[in-house]
């Protein structure tokens, strides 16, 4: 099945609307739950979510989704259960769902197998993010392959030439680091962010998402009057964790993220 991306960010923009990327990881706080919360996301207003495969060497991740990665493997979670954890959550839920890993476990799993067990599990796309553009023609092609789509990050850092080629790679969407340094909250976006997102439109027609730092409907807001989405990670992470034996969790999840995506809306 091709990737639900494209046709998820065109219907957006036809409402003037941004998208709510929401990221959690696949296993935390709990294997068994992780479809249901899926699920429950996108009902509560996320128009993507972002699922880590959790691994052992964090790279771009702060402390909280860390943190979250080795709860889940130390839960046993394996790049085989998360894809069947999205298998379980396409019963429930048509969002679509860009899986979020290390190039290093895909390339162990076998890049063709990988991309095939992705789409046959029902994912769109997949941010590799220690996989450079000038390396990721294999993956390229078996991605493409199968209709999964390959979102590559712009960083505050990238050249010119090199946000260009980022550009030209990513299918589904570009993912805009907003900030140099790791994932977690901020309390304020970075005052040379549209420039950022100027370079990145200059480039390319691909949608433009950014993450890193958005944790509250005020920053949400703040970039969706820029990019076509806001991609909010460590705050949902950090509050699925805290509430894991809340009674009133699934309530109190619906009114955290219908907040965030209530602020996508343009007026």
Request: proline share 7%; with cysteine; hydrophobic share 45%.
């Amino acid at each position: 099945m091709p990737s639900r991306l494209p046709q998820t960010f065109a219907a957006l923009k036809n409402k003037n609307e941004g998208a709510l990327v929401a990221f959690l990881t696949a296993g935390d706080p709990g294997v068994e739950s992780t479809p249901d919360l899926i699920a429950l996301i996108a009902e509560a207003g996320a128009d993507v979510v972002e699922l880590g495969i959790p691994y052992s060497d964090p790279l771009a991740d702060g402390p909280i989704i860390q943190a979250s990665s080795q709860r889940a493997l130390d839960r046993g979670v394996t790049p085989p259960m998360s894809l069947d954890l999205v298998r379980q959550a396409r019963e429930k839920t048509q969002v679509p769902i860009v899986l979020m890993t290390s190039y290093n476990l895909v390339w162990i799993y076998g890049l063709e197998r990988f991309a095939k067990d992705a789409a046959e599990a029902g994912a769109d796309g997949a941010i590799l993010t220690d996989l450079p553009p000038e390396e990721a023609e294999p993956w390229k092609a078996a991605a493409q392959a199968h209709g999964i789509s390959t979102v590559f990050l712009v960083a505050p850092t990238s050249t010119t030439e090199r946000i260009a080629r980022i550009a030209g790679s990513s299918t589904g969407f570009v993912y805009c680091v907003s900030r140099t340094g790791v994932t977690g909250a901020r309390k304020e976006m970075p005052a040379d962010l549209p420039q950022l997102i100027d370079q990145i439109r200059a480039a390319t027609d691909t949608p433009v998402c950014v993450g890193f730092g958005v944790s509250n409907p005020e920053h949400v807001a703040q970039v969706c009057a820029m990019a076509d989405g806001a991609v909010v990670g460590s705050k949902l992470v950090e509050f699925l964790h805290q509430n894991a034996d809340n009674p009133g969790r699934d309530a109190a999840v619906r009114d955290l993220v219908s907040g965030w995506k209530a602020a996508t809306r343009r007026f």
